[in-house]
């Protein structure tokens, strides 16, 4: 039946038009030989790099962080709703007990 089934949807398939593979391999070859031969140090990898960079590209993140202040905890976010709807049960009812 197709009341229940959904189609999905086409693939996004993009392909260069301007682009020379022969020539990014050999140069990723030539980058390797350069490497084992100790020309070009070695790639280091660290996802801590990644992560900095982020922060690095947003200011607020940055100001955050430069601040030390904490983002809100579920705890504290769970005990202001909690308040928020006793005082809503006040508002409606007129009554302090739940």
């Given at each position: ?42 790639k ?29 905890t ?21 009554e302090?007990?739940?």
């Open positions: 039946m197709g009341l229940f089934s959904m189609r999905k949807p086409r693939g996004y398939h993009h392909e260069y038009i301007y682009v020379d593979e022969r020539k990014e391999k050999l140069q990723k070859i030539e980058e390797s030989a350069k490497r084992d031969l100790g020309m070009i140090p070695p280091e990898f660290s996802p801590e790099d990644i992560r900095g960079k982020f922060i690095e590209g947003t200011t607020h993140l940055k100001r955050r962080k430069e601040s030390g202040r904490k983002p809100l579920y705890g504290f976010l769970f005990a202001a709703i909690c308040i928020l709807l006793f005082i809503l049960h006040y508002l409606v009812t007129g302090f007990t739940l």
